[in-house]
């Protein structure tokens, strides 16, 4: 068996390094890391350094795309013209895609960094045609109900410890909540009043339907008795 | 003639139910918080392990484990959660052992539907049993392991003589093997403990959730017993010592950088509740004793940590100590305002107990099962045992150990990127004199 010669233990058959210290087996003790921490302290996980490296050619590749089409842009038209609409296109697909990867522990900070970098893109769109219009009125609106409609049904499936028709039950709840606003915002845009017609009647089947459904998964399920569901 | 509150403890104590489904279980008092605290890092899930001497028979694996199983059906469960309280559900299937090839303790839910709490892995010469706390602790865990590995040897033509604390598998479950024992022995009137100071922990980054490190350190027992014994200590309190010398000198290097760092360096220490109380229970019935330093008092040489520790635990693990956590624990879960909440308010709150109550206070933590003991007939068959720990995201780094055939096994489980704690513990053991070999899961 040979012996670490900065730890002193003794290290099993065929090891050539030191699993405590890192030294090679043979090395006199300066050799391995120096100090308190080891050299694999200060490293980089090996995840996080796959996600930045994913997020960088992300961005080089969209820069890429971006700079391309603005010198087609140029050489065609002579001016920056239709490759703005592109160009916006690339920067949202990348504040959609790059937040996951740089921060995957904050899903608060990256949800709402794709949430507003939607408003932004349909900003963005109305803008390049000429005077802010339809997007404060009917396109951020629209887009913030899809988003809360989505992120509430997600958030809801999340916290359920057993999925199954409940899964089911909030994405019909949210589709009802979507198809009012939807409704709602349209009348709105142009008529200046919150209707509501044909969404109220969807809601009105829809729901009952989602409520059913709850109800098969969490009260009928095999085993949930009442007795056992509420012991005290 | 029983006292009142005996009475009361009898109907706390019971923990299996019946209704026009059949039975389900109660958690026990120390398991409860888990099923909300526990998530990817923190499965809760500890394995104690045998390697035998020759390449496990499956078939005959296989037929032991569903042996056992009928032995234990209070560890043939899954997880439910209830309105108030969670609880555990019989299996309506036999367990089968798995192929152990990823790392111990990890990739494991508590929150999957319709699966054991439980799972028997098997390579090549090794069986592990991984159990999560919310069946037992430790020393049920071996109850189980010690029960199968008989069947196993049964199976092969090997009969065994069973030990005073060996079960017979072809006796009934007795209730008492399932019983709460923190209900059965809680005294009314006890004081709960004293509040204890949050301690410092490692500052070392985690390693990515997939994996965990395990560093086993193997060495005679006799050198150990013999560094102790010359201290007038015994070897739990001589090892917890070596440990809390580690992290001191963590946490001095640390300090020299200007980092602002908690003062008090403190160890968690399991101890075995049944050693004071007549109980047969293989549910948790373990508590813990929490000697510490405070790094503001100056530096402490070895062999001061070591009279420290030595006074320490004799205080802190005496069963008058212990009773002060039972009368927490336990009195706490039965006031009726803690029972009438809804789960998702003690969800909740168990996440802030945990941390305040739990993890939060230690640095460092040392399980010692103690002496393993087999029947003789397969004493020589198995090469070894280990015990490796629970994960835990906020100490990181902690040590299950347990004796077999004059060695002593030493296992370091760590979710850290950092291996400092293994090094300067099993460094500060060789600089004494011990021989130890040193094993690690992962290459440095």
Redesign the interface.
């Known amino acids: 068996m040979a012996i670490c010669q900065k730890c002193g233990v003794e290290i099993g058959e065929g090891k050539g390094v030191c699993p405590l210290c890192g030294t090679r087996i043979g090395e006199a003790p300066g050799e391995g890391p120096q100090g308190m921490f080891d050299r694999a302290a200060s490293a980089l996980p090996e995840s996080r350094a796959k996600r930045l490296v994913a997020a960088e050619t992300a961005g080089v590749s969209f820069a890429i795309a971006a700079v391309s089409v603005l010198i087609i842009d140029l050489v065609t038209d002579g001016r920056v013209s239709w490759s703005l609409y592109p160009l916006a296109s690339l920067l949202t697909a990348w504040f959609l895609i790059s937040p996951p990867l740089l921060w995957p522990r904050k899903p608060a900070l990256f949800l709402a960094i794709q949430g507003l970098s939607v408003f932004a893109f349909l900003f963005g769109l109305d803008l390049i045609d000429g005077s802010l219009g339809w997007s404060w009125r009917l396109g951020v609106p629209i887009a913030a109900a899809a988003e809360l409609m989505a992120a509430g049904a997600a958030y809801m499936s999340w916290r359920s410890k057993r999925r199954g028709l409940n899964v089911l039950a909030f994405a019909l709840i949210a589709v009802a909540g979507f198809c009012l606003a939807l409704e709602g915002f349209v009348a709105l845009y142009r008529g200046g009043v919150f209707r509501l017609a044909w969404s109220s009647i969807t809601a009105s089947a829809v729901v009952p339907v989602a409520g059913f459904l709850l109800y098969v998964h969490y009260r009928l399920t095999k085993d949930a008795t009442l007795k056992k569901l509420f012991h005290l | 003639m029983k006292q009142g509150h005996e009475k009361h403890n009898e109907r706390r104590a019971r923990t299996r139910?019946h209704?026009?489904?059949g039975a389900?279980y109660?958690l026990d008092n120390a398991a409860i918080i888990m099923p909300a605290v526990s998530d990817r890092r923190n499965t809760f899930l500890f394995r104690m392990s045998a390697t035998l001497d020759h390449p496990v028979v499956l078939s005959a694996l296989v037929a032991a484990l569903k042996r056992t199983a009928t032995r234990f059906p209070y560890f043939m469960v899954r997880l439910?959660?209830?309105?108030?309280?969670y609880?555990l559900?019989p299996m309506d299937r036999e367990p089968v052992p798995e192929y152990d090839d990823g790392p111990p303790n990890l990739g494991f839910s508590l929150?999957r539907?319709n699966e054991f709490l439980f799972r028997v892995r098997v390579s090549g010469r090794r069986i592990a049993c991984e159990f999560t706390h919310i069946l037992s602790d430790g020393t049920g865990c071996f109850v189980f392991l010690k029960t199968l590995l008989r069947q196993y040897f049964r199976e092969l033509g090997v009969e065994s003589t069973p030990g005073p604390d060996d079960l017979d598998i072809d006796a009934e479950p007795d209730p008492s093997e399932y019983e709460d024992a923190y209900h059965r022995f809680y005294k009314p009137g006890v004081p709960t403990p004293g509040p204890v100071p949050q301690a410092f922990h490692l500052d070392?980054?985690?390693?990515?959730p997939d994996r965990y490190r395990v560093?086993c350190?193997i060495m005679p027992v006799e050198a150990l017993l013999a560094q102790a014994k010359s201290r007038g200590v015994s070897l739990t309190e001589f090892l917890v010592a070596v440990y809390l010398d580690a992290l001191v000198?963590?946490r001095t290097?640390?300090a020299r950088t200007g980092r602002k760092l908690r003062p008090v360096v403190c160890m968690e220490v399991p101890v075995n509740m049944r050693k004071f109380y007549p109980t047969r229970t293989l549910r948790n019935f373990s508590l813990f004793a929490l000697p510490s330093v405070d790094t503001r008092l100056g530096t402490w040489t070895f062999d001061e940590l070591v009279e420290h520790v030595h006074h320490q635990l004799r205080i802190e693990a005496g069963e008058r100590r212990m009773a002060t956590q039972i009368a927490r624990n336990a009195g706490g879960s039965r006031m009726l305002a803690v029972?009438?909440m809804p789960l998702v308010v003690k969800d909740f709150f168990a996440h802030l107990l945990f941390e305040r109550l739990g993890e939060g206070m230690m640095s460092g933590m040392l399980s010692n099962l103690g002496p393993v003991v087999m029947p003789p007939e397969l004493a020589g068959r198995i090469e070894r045992f280990d015990f490796v720990g629970a994960p835990s995201k906020i100490i990181k780094t902690g040590a299950s150990m347990l004796t077999w055939n004059g060695n002593a096994y030493i296992s370091f489980h760590s979710m850290a990127?950092?291996?400092?704690v293994?090094?300067l513990f099993?460094?500060r053991l060789?600089?004494l004199g011990v021989?130890?070999?040193?094993?690690?899961s992962?290459?440095?």
């Not at chain 2, 070392?204 to 990515?208: D, W």
């Not at chain 2, 021989?435 to 690690?440: A, K, M, S, Y």
Request: aromatic share 14%; proline share 6%; charged share 30%.
């Open positions: 139910f209704d026009e489904t389900y109660l439910k959660r209830g309105f108030f309280w609880f559900l929150k539907r070392s980054p985690l390693m990515p560093t350190g000198a963590i290097s640390l029972r009438l990127v950092s291996r400092d293994e090094r099993f460094s060789a600089s021989p130890v070999r040193v094993e690690c992962m290459e440095a």
